[in-house]
């Protein structure tokens, strides 16, 4: 069994409570389902959220849906000119006989967008993302 990580993101389409927890409890549970992963297989995740995210902490969101006993650590994105807004992104580190090729990273919603540079992704974008936001910065 190895040591993988596995990356993801999504966007809000506002800074609310409960919206935050529905976007980011979708990311963490497509990320492991998609890669065939339980709880046990988790060794740690960060998050990272864009500095206009107030309404709580990402990782809540991860307990509230059973991971209670993975560690987990927020922290801010850098504010970069131009990047995406309301953007929270996750960084898990997991044990799996997944190879590094074989290891699907997710982005949801806007942040589809986020890394088209990426071969092995499943990219869910919103219905009505018209975006022409370029911003690679995964």
Do not use: K, W
């Amino acid at each position: 069994m190895a040591v993988r990580a596995v990356r993801g993101a999504t966007q809000l389409e506002r800074d609310e409570r409960v919206h935050l927890h529905e976007r980011v409890s979708e990311l963490v549970r497509t990320l492991m389902e998609i890669n065939a992963l339980s709880g046990d297989d988790l060794i740690s995740i960060v998050f990272t959220a864009t500095g206009d995210i107030h309404a709580d902490y990402p990782a809540y969101a991860a307990r509230r849906i059973g991971l209670v006993d993975v560690p987990l650590l927020c922290t801010r994105e850098l504010e970069i000119e131009d990047g995406m807004p309301r953007v929270v992104r996750v960084l898990a580190h997991v044990e799996t006989e997944l190879t590094r090729e074989d290891i699907t990273h997710v982005y949801l919603h806007g942040a589809a967008n986020l890394r088209r540079d990426l071969t092995h992704v499943r990219a869910i974008p919103d219905d009505s993302d018209d975006s022409d936001d370029e911003s690679a910065d995964g």
